[in-house]
């Protein structure tokens, strides 16, 4: 049986999180005369927490529960309010991923039952730039992204199950 181990690592993320904090001192600092409510009206903060527990009551190598848990925490940067620049963003998300997984543990296979089960550490999900052109036809966005976020959202994404 293996003992289960878990790690904090931020090595994975330590420059993009080193990217994004100087960033936004950079921000920060070239608005030093905005007010206090200025940055308060330009920054919108996001969390949640999703958790998934999960039971094998019959079948597998024995009888077992588990817990998986993600915390997300970011926030958007309204560009415009802040600084002038029109329809500009910037976009910044941390997740932590915990827990332990129900099908290595308890039934013995590698397709995972707990759809937040992965990559159990703490990373920079997203730090990106957007900004919108055309009267808002065109978005352009550069960084780092995920997936979801742009083609799982999408009416697009119908034609790709």
Known sequence: MKTPTVTRRFSGCKTGLQIALLASTAIVATTAS???????????????????SATNIDGGERRGSAYAGQLFV??????????????????IAMTNRHGKNLAEHY????T????IFGGQNTRLARFTISSSFLDG???LEGGRTVANISFLGSELCQYFQ
């Open 34 to 52: 905005a007010s206090q409510s200025k940055f308060q009206d330009a920054f919108d903060f996001q969390a949640s927490y999703t958790g998934e």
């Open 74 to 91: 970011g926030g958007e940067l309204d560009l415009n309010t802040l600084a002038g620049w029109k329809d500009t963003k910037i976009h």
């Open 107 to 110: 039934i013995g296979n590698s």
């Open 112 to 115: 995972s039952v707990q759809e």
């Open 137 to 139: 036809h065109l978005e």
